[in-house]
Structures are given as C-alpha cells and as structure tokens.
C-alpha cells in the first residue's frame, strides 16, 4: 500500500510550493459562517492539491469518508494512492506512517479518536519525535498524526482521556489544539507544511458547531503561526487561558464576570507546544490574576506548566493565588451526571475567577 503510493505520488511532477503565510493580523469582517468539520476538511484539500507529498492514512478515512467526515470526498478527488483506508491496526500504519514522512513525504495520520493513540505511542515518541535529534538534523520527520482529543459524550473512561499534557511533554513534538473554525483551518495548514511531527488535537463535539471566519482566513494562503497564542476577549481583571472546547466555555464564563463587573482577559492557547509563554505572562502582569481551565487530569497538567511560567516570570505581578480549573482526578465515569461532575463547567470558571477577584461569597455566609 505505501510503496504504491510512494511510486504514484513521487512520480508526479512536484509543483511549486505556496510559501507558508503566518497571518499575524485579527480579522474583523466576518464573511461567512463554516463547521470546524468544514474548516477540516477544506485545509486538507487545500494541502494535497497544493503538495502531491501530502496524503491521508487511517481507518476508514477513504471510502467510509471518515469516522466523522472529516475526509469528506478527498478519496474520490485524490485517488486511493493518497487517501488510505487502513486495517484496525494503529501501531501498524503509524509507523508506515513515519517510514514514509522519513523518505520525505508527508503523512497525515488520523485516529479515529487520540485514545487509540496508546496504541502507537512508540513510533510517535521514539520514532518521530526524536529522530531529528538523534540523526543530528539529517532526518525531518514531517509528519501529522490528528484526531479527536478528550472527553465527548458518554463513551467511558477508555475514550474520554485528553492528551495534550501526555505529548506537549515529549521534547521533538509540536502540539497544536483548535478551537474554533479559524484555528482548525489555519493551524492545520501550518502543521502539514511543518518539517517536524506535529500532534494535532481536535475535538469531537465542535466538528458540527459553526463559527464566522473572514476572506483572508478562506484564502488558500492563510495559515497560522505555531507556537501564537490569541487573545479572544479583552480584560483588565483576571486572565482565563484554555483551549480546544474549553475555550468557548472561558468565554461564556466572561460575559457572566462582566455583568458582575469583572472583566476577563480570555486567552486561546491554540498551541500547547510550543506554548506562548509571552502572551500568558503579559496579559497577567496587566491583569495581576490567573485562571487555567483544561478538561484533562489536574496533576501535571498544561495548566500546572502555565502555572509554573507565572510564578517563574511574573510572581511579583501577581495579587491573589492561582487558580487552575481541569477535570476530576478519576477516570471518566459512565453515567451523564457523574461525567458533567468530571468535566469543568462554565460556573466552575465563574467561580474560580470570582475568587481571584475576592468577589466570592464566603462559606459561611453562603451557609
């Protein structure tokens, strides 16, 4: 399967590659409102029309069209030499994966959830991420594994696990994490031209929901920057970083604050490695207070590393403890109403921001 594909695709004529466009600007026209589902889809085919190195793997990603139609007609646009259906066999086409993106092409592996990633956790580790290291700069590794990341709706303890803090641990990898229709389309992009392996966590339960995105974020150029973190709404009192789902709940959170006076600075980390140290801790010297919010584990968490660049650059700056939001300390529970208890709520982070705000009600008055 992949040495047909090696044939077929380096035996086209490569064209000229677009250069890779860092959009720094914000977009403020609006032209039309696309799915993250969408926005998906639309940068992978952007990609292999504009790259013939790039192609697809994974199970059903071809003629099912994609466990969440991601993938949507790019098998019958770019041919079975470029949209591999896979076997049931993750440690297998990963690694066939990383064989290739070392002959130089350039894979784009999905999983069909991040969870069945444990399954190949060896070639994305030891193979792909440090191989560029340990042949001291003679062997790239351009390469994408992407897929649905963290908790969706009730699939149990085994499918609801979040990975970011697992591989933004792993020196070699980059670890990019969308929220909205303009990430996931701007951020994929970068990752597939990116020389290194890049882990690209979406999320299951935003593919359906719609948001607006401008001409420039539609042009074929656009790409975003690895590595920026983006400020989704201003504040002087508190900053709120997250990101992937969460990030919509920071900014709900933020319209509550602001009703009770307290305005909330919300941060979208888009990427998670490299992480934008500089944003962060900007906006906390102007805001004097922290919030994280994840959905993964609390202990050795993004938001335990968030935390620790604060203390480290900006402790001085700081007028109230940190406050970090994240998911339970336990496996996912099955049912519905043990699992809204595992996750962080909107209210969660209204409360946490109120208490670094001393807005709080004490508990005894409360009582």
């Known amino acids: 399967m992949y040495a047909i594909a090696r044939q077929r695709i380096l035996g086209q004529s490569f064209q000229k590659m677009r250069p890779a466009v860092s959009v720094l600007r914000s977009y403020s026209s609006a032209a039309k409102q696309i799915t993250v589902r969408d926005a998906l889809n639309s940068a992978l085919d952007e990609e292999m029309s504009a790259d013939p190195k790039v192609f697809l793997m994974g199970e059903e990603v071809g003629e099912y069209q994609g466990a969440y139609k991601i993938t949507k007609g790019l098998l019958e646009k770019y041919g079975p030499e470029r949209v591999l259906d896979t076997p049931i066999t993750e440690a297998g086409f990963t690694g066939i994966g990383v064989g290739a993106a070392y002959y130089g092409l350039k894979p784009v592996v999905e999983f069909?959830?991040?969870?069945?990633?444990?399954?190949?956790?060896?070639?994305?580790?030891?193979?792909?991420?440090?191989?560029?290291?340990?042949?001291?700069?003679?062997?790239?590794?351009?390469?994408?594994?992407?897929?649905?990341?963290?908790?969706?709706?009730?699939?149990?303890?085994?499918?609801?696990?979040?990975?970011?803090?697992?591989?933004?641990?792993?020196?070699?990898?980059?670890?990019?994490?969308p929220y909205n229709s303009e990430d996931a389309r701007g951020l994929l992009k970068a990752a597939i031209r990116d020389p290194d392996p890049v882990v690209f966590l979406e999320n299951e339960l935003l593919y359906g929901e719609s948001f607006p995105v401008s001409d420039e974020v539609l042009d074929s150029s656009f790409c975003i920057p690895i590595g920026k973190a983006k400020i989704e709404r201003e504040g002087k009192d508190v900053t709120i970083t997250a990101f992937s789902k969460m990030v919509g709940y920071a900014l709900k959170a933020a319209e509550i604050l602001e009703k009770d006076g307290i305005y909330a600075e919300v941060i979208n980390l888009r990427s998670i490695r490299p992480l934008d140290r500089s944003t962060i801790n900007t906006s906390v010297r102007k805001t004097n207070r922290l919030v994280t919010v994840e959905e993964g584990f609390p202990q050795h968490g993004v938001g335990a590393e968030i935390c620790a660049s604060v203390v480290e650059e900006s402790f001085a700056y700081l007028d109230a403890p940190v406050e970090r939001i994240a998911g339970a300390d336990v496996p996912m529970p099955y049912a519905a109403n043990l699992e809204r208890m595992a996750v962080p709520q909107i209210e969660d982070i209204v409360r946490a921001a109120k208490r670094a705000c001393y807005r709080s009600v004490p508990l005894a008055a409360a009582a």
Do not use: E
């Not at 444990?118 to 191989?131: E, G, L, R, Y």
């Not at 290291?133 to 790239?140: D, H, N, R």
């Not at 390469?143 to 792993?170: D, E, K, L, M, T």
């Open 112 to 177: 069909m959830t991040f969870n069945f990633s444990m399954q190949a956790i060896d070639h994305i580790i030891n193979s792909a991420a440090k191989s560029n290291y340990m042949s001291a700069g003679q062997i790239s590794v351009p390469i994408v594994f992407r897929g649905p990341n963290g908790a969706a709706a009730g699939v149990g303890a085994q499918h609801s696990q979040c990975y970011a803090s697992w591989y933004a641990s792993c020196p070699g990898l980059k670890v990019l994490s």
